[in-house]
């Protein structure tokens, strides 16, 4: 089983300062990080007119079956990936084995230079989900549904 | 395995919805899609082929409301059902928290459901889950008949084992 993913106020806000900093410094138009099982942890950029649950969703599906291509033949994952297109691409990288982090950018930046930003950008976010997965471990640091009655999940379906 | 965010105060939980090729998963979550309120919905997303046979997956979000103050968020999956798609039904088993397994009622499909509970239990146990062990609720869904009530008995489970910390 996969450990339990939590994510708290502290960390998110210096996730969220790293992906935008890496949308600057790459010239990207959005830059968003999924867990593997295609849950949003942040996004940052032009996402108003995005539809990004499904955006995350697709990205763990395409990770997903990339990395079961790269069992196939021997390999233990594709860490990156690159999709071109007419006007925007993707840039889709996996950090720390754990996280995906997705770069969309167009003529006004190149994948050179977002290949540079992302490898810096993944060395300070692998080190914040390292502390992350640390503090999960600490005792005491238990779901917040330890404390929810029955009733508390009755009421969620009494409409 | 759900995904607690303390930050935008969020409970994310992914519900796969299982079952021999051609049984209705695809169904149940239209049936979901087409009665559920806008606000509560996300867009569905299918990923079939060109004769609507679900290829990778179908993928639906939904939000159940708040329980204490925190939003409960629920990904439904389905999986490919024809037997030769194994491959991607392990990768959309990764990380689940719920199995709706829908079975055919046909009588001639029978052995199509065993086989598929079979290949459930195999594919449950790689991720450390015994199939025996879990807890269990039974529904019968034609015409949308239960599946509401399937939905709903599941995230009570999920809820209820959440809450067990397990």
Redesign the interface.
Known sequence: ?????????E???QISAVCERLAREANAKIVFLV?????L?ASVGATENL?T??LA??TA?NI??T??LAKLIGEKEFSILFHEGEKDNLHISIIGGRVILVVIFDTRSSLGLVRLRVKKASDELNKIFDGLMKKVKVPGA???????T?D??????S? | ????????RE??C?IVYYGPGLCGKTTNLQYIYANTNQQAK??M?S?ATETERTL??D?L?LS?????G?K?RF?LYTVPGQVFYD??R???L??VDGVVFVADSQVERTEANVESVENLRTNLAE???DLDRIPSFEAVAPKGDGVYETL?AI??LI??E??K?T
């Open positions: 089983m996969q450990p339990q993913m939590v994510m708290y106020d960390e998110f806000q867990d593997k099982n295609g849950q942890i539809d649950t499904s969703s697709l599906g997903a079956a990395g079961g238990g779901s917040p549904f330890a404390e929810i029955d508390d999940i009755d009421n969620l379906f409409e | 395995m759900s995904f607690i965010n303390y930050s935008s409970i994310n992914k996300g867009k997303i990923l990778f997956f993928f979000p159940l409301g708040e329980i204490r925190f409960t990904h491959a991607s392990k990768l959309i990764k990380g991720q450390g889950y709903k995230a009570k809820l209820t959440l809450k910390g």
